[in-house]
């Protein structure tokens, strides 16, 4: 049963694959996306724009609030 199975899907042996790699690339973009050196680094540019006045102090807070929000919310899906 399990030959005419695979004999029956084969045809969406493409979809299936795909759908394969969309899963693999999303796990890999929150992965990166919820690195805390990742968002360590992105806080300290964030400081230097503020530092060198190529961001005001509320473009500051609101950046800093996500990325904070980012580093404790980390994998929400796990």
């Not at 929150?30 to 503020?50: C, G, H, M, T, V």
């Amino acid at each position: 049963m399990g030959l005419l199975k695979e004999l029956l899907l084969l045809p969406a042996a493409p979809v299936r694959g795909t759908f394969w790699v969309l899963e693999q690339v999303v796990a890999q973009a929150e992965q990166q996306y919820y690195d805390p050196s990742a968002i360590r680094n992105e806080l300290a540019l964030l400081e230097e724009k503020l530092m060198a006045g190529e961001i005001d102090e509320a473009e500051f807070d609101r950046r800093e609030d996500e990325l904070l929000d980012r580093l404790e919310n980390r994998n929400p899906s796990r």
